[in-house]
């Protein structure tokens, strides 16, 4: 129950994206001119699939 109410894992899981994935997430998006990726009600499981996404795309388009 502590997890709950200090913002563990358990409460995450399903709920709203942290604001640390927020500020990273929208910092993404403009690094990668895909704006439309930020988006402010999304989950904490889709804003980390977003992340890990626009982190690969930003790699691949460094090693060129």
Do not use: C, H, W
């Not at 709920?15 to 640390?20: I, K, L, P, S």
């Not at 998006?29 to 804003?47: G, N, V, W």
């Amino acid at each position: 129950m502590a997890a709950l109410r200090f913002g563990g894992i358990a409460e995450r899981v399903g709920g709203q994206m942290t604001r640390a994935q927020g500020l990273r997430l929208r910092s993404l998006a403009e690094e990668a001119y895909q704006p439309m990726q930020y988006a402010r009600d999304l989950t904490f499981e889709e804003a980390e699939r977003r992340i890990n996404a626009l982190k690969a795309e930003i790699a691949l388009a460094d090693s060129f």
